[in-house]
């Protein structure tokens, strides 16, 4: 890329600003020649490390241990539960062979880890001393999903943490969905600036074996919604079948209650840069910035190069030595070309330095959410930064929670809400029955889904349904999903 810049409309031709900007910005090589599987390369990996590690974090405050199983699952384990296995078998890639030699039992590839975990637990659980059982492993999955692939959104293999617990109580089960909901706010909306709505998914589209689904939309730029992290109440559906029983302090056996918690942080990525991103290119909340800080220095001899090059790595071992990713520029691109490709790239600060920066001890900083210019003292310099950093943070949050805030729109009858789905996109509410045939109706008619309720909602359901007109049970959100 030399002086071209990337200009692309992000919300009116989204689908074009994201493939486009997966090559460009070369987050992802896409030639491995199969189907659903992509390679990460370094400007994704760096912040999906940084994403996952933001995760992880927040799980271990709160007394999650990691562990890492086999990728592997024994087919009669996976088969165990009956309609978790309905739900996903489907999409489970077997290893049949090993060498030339067929496998007495064949093997899943991870669709997800219940039954790969939950047979352990029945070992690790014996007493109520044992309890409570919270773990995680950061790992990838791998489904065979039969619907149109889209790099990061819809794939065959993916990357998330799953966390998986258990605990003698019901209540203690039912605090750690609110537990997950937490994290997942302090991850999505504080650290990396996604807003999102949380649902309760109505009972035909919850995780297959569980008691109750609960699940994160964002909107994407395009008006679809994308889940985020999901977290589920399983109940002891899966204790009575994998006989996780513990010996109570009365001398009685119980079985133990679960959940189990799935930020697929690849997922994430894709939603966090098409969100952020604008017509430009990509932009980076500061703290997961492959890159954070780019010097680019700005000479027009030989002397002067010198100079100024001299000051640039003294500004970029001083921004190094305080944990800032930071790189000068010294391509033989002109500062033009360098800015633009910057900017595409999504750092959020660039430094600019020239021999007038170093006469005067100045700097300057260019921010990359405003695509605003200011000098500072060289003294101010630090401090400014990171001034500039939550700040870049808390605007790119601002501007996607006014985003999702203009695309709640409301109707009460099934015609509205096909032409709102139509033209505006977004999540649209109606009264509704709860019936799944009225679902499938929505399906039919919108080619959009039943997202859920909003737990602690305080909309009231007065009135009929939108699509039946039988008195209304809930007020649910409509949209069309990735
Ligand atoms: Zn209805």
């Known amino acids: 890329m030399s002086e071209e810049t990337f200009n692309i409309d992000k919300n009116k031709t989204f689908s074009t600003w994201y493939d486009t900007i997966l090559e460009k910005a070369d987050l992802v090589d896409l030639r491995y020649d199969v189907k659903g599987f992509v390679i990460y390369k370094p400007w994704m990996m760096i912040p999906l490390r940084e994403i996952a590690r933001l995760f992880e974090v927040a799980l271990e405050e709160k007394g999650h241990r990691p562990v890492l199983f086999p990728t592997v699952i024994p087919e009669k384990n996976l088969r165990k539960e009956k309609e978790h296995v309905k739900?996903?078998?489907?999409e489970v890639f077997w290893v049949t062979h090993g060498g030339k030699k067929k496998l007495e039992e064949k093997l899943a590839l991870r669709p997800t880890?219940?039954?790969?975990?939950?047979p352990m637990f029945r070992y690790w659980i014996q007493g109520y001393s044992d309890l409570p059982i919270k773990i995680y492993q950061n790992c990838s999955v791998f489904r065979f999903d039969t619907k149109a692939t889209r790099a990061l959104i819809r794939a065959r293999e993916f990357h998330w943490i799953e966390a998986h617990d258990a605990f003698a109580t019901e209540e203690e089960a039912r605090k750690q969905v609110e537990e997950d909901m937490e994290i997942t706010k302090k991850v999505l909306y504080e650290k990396l600036g996604i807003p999102f709505l949380f649902f309760e998914r109505p009972p035909w589209d919850k995780f297959k074996?569980?008691?109750?689904?609960?699940?994160?939309?964002?909107?994407?730029?395009?008006?679809?919604?994308?889940q985020l992290p999901s977290t589920h109440l399983l109940g002891q559906n899966f204790a009575k079948v994998f006989n996780i029983r513990y010996l109570k302090k009365d001398g009685s056996y119980g079985y133990v209650?679960?959940?189990?918690?799935?930020?697929?942080?690849?997922?994430?990525?894709?939603?966090?840069?098409?969100?952020?991103?604008?017509?430009?290119?990509?932009?980076?909340?500061?703290?997961?910035?492959?890159?954070?800080?780019?010097?680019?220095?700005?000479?027009?001899?030989?002397?002067?190069?010198?100079?100024?090059?001299?000051?640039?790595?003294?500004?970029r071992d001083m921004l190094v030595r305080n944990g800032i990713r930071a790189e000068i520029d010294l391509t033989e691109k002109t500062p033009g070309a360098k800015y633009y490709f910057w900017e595409m790239k999504g750092v959020p600060i660039r430094i600019?330095?020239?021999?007038?920066?170093?006469?005067?001890h100045s700097c300057i900083v260019f921010r990359r959410d405003l695509r605003t210019r200011d000098k500072i003292d060289d003294s101010q310099l630090l401090a400014s930064i990171k001034m500039i950093a939550s700040?870049?943070?808390?605007?790119?949050?601002?501007?996607?929670?006014?985003?999702?805030?203009?695309?709640?729109?409301?109707?009460?009858?099934?015609?509205?809400?096909?032409?709102?789905?139509?033209?505006?996109?977004?999540?649209?509410?109606?009264l509704f029955c709860m019936r799944e045939e009225c679902a499938d109706k929505i399906k039919e008619v919108?080619?959009?889904?039943?997202?859920?309720k909003i737990l602690g909602s305080k909309d009231k359901v007065e009135g009929n349904c939108a699509v039946c007109g039988k008195k209304a049970r809930e007020v649910v959100y409509v949209a069309k999903a990735y």
């Open 209 to 226: 074996g569980a008691v109750s689904t609960f699940a994160a939309d964002a909107l994407m730029p395009d008006g679809k919604v994308i």
């Open 352 to 360: 600019e330095i020239g021999t007038k920066e170093v006469e005067e």
């Open 257 to 315: 209650y679960q959940t189990c918690y799935g930020p697929a942080y690849s997922r994430i990525f894709a939603a966090l840069i098409s969100i952020h991103g604008d017509n430009n290119g990509l932009i980076f909340p500061f703290e997961i910035a492959p890159i954070q800080v780019i010097i680019v220095p700005i000479f027009y001899n030989k002397k002067e190069f010198e100079i100024v090059v001299r000051k640039c790595e003294m500004i």
């Open 446 to 452: 919108c080619s959009a889904e039943v997202r859920g």
């Open 391 to 430: 700040d870049i943070l808390e605007n790119l949050r601002n501007r996607a929670e006014k985003f999702l805030q203009e695309n709640i729109r409301e109707v009460s009858d099934l015609a509205a809400l096909k032409r709102v789905i139509e033209e505006k996109g977004g999540f649209v509410k109606i």
């Open 113 to 118: 880890s219940e039954t790969a975990i939950y």
């Open 87 to 90: 739900g996903f078998e489907p």
